[in-house]
């Protein structure tokens, strides 16, 4: 027993614009929300040079939320903001 229909493969050359289709720009979602600390992306270094080097690239144009040094958690850390207000939380990795 066989299927009435027959699937067909959709290709982009056989797709038609319709002629009176609003630009794609107009679905475009519209916000007004910024980054927050409340989520940060962690980044844990080998070394506190490497902790330095990486903290020094992302504030350019950031924030410092956290001063970089030493801490109970992390023998080199900082909690920084980049310029485009995305959070890090950059440290030595604790030994395992």
Known sequence: ???AWRR???RLR???PRRHSPPLHRFAPVHEFTFTPSLSLAVDCATAADVDQVVEALVDGGEVLM???SYPFSARYAWITDRF????????AAAA
């Open 85 to 92: 207000g995305v959070s890090w939380q950059v440290g030595v």
């Open 14 to 16: 056989d797709l038609q």
């Open 8 to 10: 067909r493969r959709c």
């Open 1 to 3: 027993m066989g299927h």
């Open 67 to 69: 001063e970089l040094g």
